[in-house]
Nanobody, 121 residues
C-alpha cells in the first residue's frame, strides 16, 4: 500500500525552527518527486517546496532562504527544514507525490494526512 506519513510539526516561537519528515511506504521514494504543500484556512493551497526525481529543488518565494528540502534514501524519507519561522507560516503541511519519474515538481496524487505547524509567541 502506497502511503506517506508526515511528522515533526508543533508549536514554535517566531524565529524558531522545525524539521518536518515525510516517510514513504509501499514505494521507493528516491525514484519520484516529492512536494510539500500547505493550505491555511481561507487561502489557496500553496506549493512550498519540492525535490524532483533528479534531486532538483524548488522553493516558493515566500519560503526561499528559510526552508530547505532534502532526501534520505536510506530512510525512505524527505525532510523539510523550516528556519526563521513566521506566524504566517502557521498551517498544516502535507507531502505528496504523483509516482511519476520527472525532473520537476509532482502533480500531487498521493497525499499524507499532514502535520500542523503553529508559530506563535
Amino acid at each position: 500500500q502506497v502511503q506517506l506519513v508526515e511528522s515533526g510539526g508543533g508549536l514554535v516561537q517566531p524565529g524558531g525552527s522545525l524539521r518536518l519528515s515525510c516517510l514513504a511506504s509501499g514505494f521507493t521514494l528516491d525514484e519520484y518527486p516529492i512536494g510539500w504543500f500547505r493550505q491555511a484556512p481561507g487561502k489557496e493551497r500553496e506549493g512550498v517546496s519540492c525535490i524532483s526525481s533528479s534531486d532538483g529543488t524548488y522553493y516558493a518565494d515566500s519560503v526561499k532562504g528559510r526552508f530547505t528540502i532534502s532526501r534520505d534514501n536510506a530512510k525512505n524519507t524527505v525532510y523539510l527544514q523550516l528556519n526563521s519561522l513566521k506566524p504566517e507560516d502557521t498551517t498544516v503541511y502535507y507531502c505528496a507525490t504523483d509516482l511519476i519519474v520527472r525532473s520537476s515538481c509532482p502533480e500531487p496524487a498521493v497525499w499524507g494526512k499532514g502535520t500542523l505547524v503553529t508559530v506563535s509567541s
